[in-house]
């Protein structure tokens, strides 16, 4: 079943402790679609600008991803991040944030986006994914992800958004600043309290956190020791997850808990070098390989 999502298209400049890379391919929305483009039609909103080359718009193509609603503005600058990351390949730090064209984006969804039963809106401006979350007709399903930048500056709009949806993936620093809780299970509770059926708080290396309903859960990372660059694992994470539940096309406990499992495996592959390099070296084949290994390594 075709999948929407909406988010960040970047440029990202990142420093690891041991090499860096300028201007590379990146953003939220991108990460998304690459890692979701493995089970499922993927069709991506976002915005650039007029420095963004028509080889990237291409490839998206080429897995698939639809792009029609990938908006150029002439003369403009397409978003670009920089972070740096702590020796642990874990922490990082957002050196600078150019949202350029990104910053006063007001999405138009193309009228065969509007139907798509099952909606990311990824990383950006709660406005912004307000916005797109009107212009559909009634997904069936509604995920979101934020970050600390949106928690502290656009505060209400978020708590307006969150009532809203049905899920939301975010990782544990942004958890503990959204609810002011400490203790992660504390606040996956909370977070769930301000409106989503369910919450998933992403931990980087140490995998991932589920609150819903009935039940809480704990995934681990999949260990890979070829960790080059963890950019987009968060965004890939949610596109293994997302794409998975539009494959299957229905969302119940064990529908969700496996597409956690395909969301922790699309995000170790994302890991293992800078921008989408090593997404782009693998098929879905290897995405099955890896997802049975980690399967086995649960079996206890
Ligand atoms: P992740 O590592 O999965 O948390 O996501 C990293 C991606 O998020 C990078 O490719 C950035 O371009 C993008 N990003 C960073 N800051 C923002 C922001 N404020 N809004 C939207 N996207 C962002």
Redesign the pocket.
């Known amino acids: 079943m075709p999948l929407l999502v909406a988010?960040?298209v970047?440029f990202?400049t990142v420093h690891t402790p041991v090499a860096w890379r300028e201007r590379v391919l990146?953003?939220?929305a991108?990460?998304f679609s690459y890692a979701a483009s493995f089970f499922t039609t993927v069709k991506l909103v976002g915005v650039v600008g007029e420095d963004w080359p028509d080889t990237y718009t291409d490839m998206l193509q080429r897995q698939g991803i639809d792009t029609s609603g990938l908006h150029v503005v002439e003369g403009g600058e397409t978003?670009h991040?920089k972070g740096k990351y702590l020796p642990n390949m874990n922490d990082r730090e957002?050196l600078e944030?150019h949202l350029n064209v990104?910053g006063d984006f007001q999405p138009r969804l193309p009228e065969a986006y509007r139907e798509a039963p099952f909606l990311f809106l990824a990383?950006?401006s709660p406005r912004l994914q307000s916005s797109v979350l009107e212009q559909t007709t009634g997904p069936k399903l509604v995920v979101a992800d934020t970050?600390d930048?949106?928690i502290r500056e656009e505060h209400d709009a978020l708590m307006a958004l969150l009532g809203r949806i049905d899920g939301l993936v975010l990782?544990d620093a942004e958890a503990r600043l959204l609810t002011e809780e400490e203790n992660l299970v504390k606040a996956g509770h909370a977070v769930r309290a301000l409106g989503p059926r369910f919450v998933v708080i992403k931990k980087g290396e140490h995998g991932a956190m589920f609150f819903g309903e009935d039940e809480i859960y704990v995934m681990p990372a999949y260990p890979t020791e070829r960790v080059v660059d963890?950019?987009?694992?968060?965004?890939?994470f949610a596109g293994g997850m997302m794409g998975y539940l539009a494959e299957q096309r229905e969302v119940t406990p064990v529908t969700l808990k496996r597409a956690l499992a395909y969301g922790v495996v699309a995000a170790s592959f994302t890991v293992e070098d800078f921008s989408l390099d090593r997404l782009r070296q693998i098929d879905r084949s290897a995405l099955e390989e890896r997802m049975a290994a980690y399967e086995q390594m649960l079996r206890f």
């Open positions: 988010g960040s970047a990202d990146g953003g939220a991108v990460y978003f991040w957002t944030v990104f990383n950006g970050m930048l949106w990782n963890p950019t987009g694992a968060g965004d890939s």
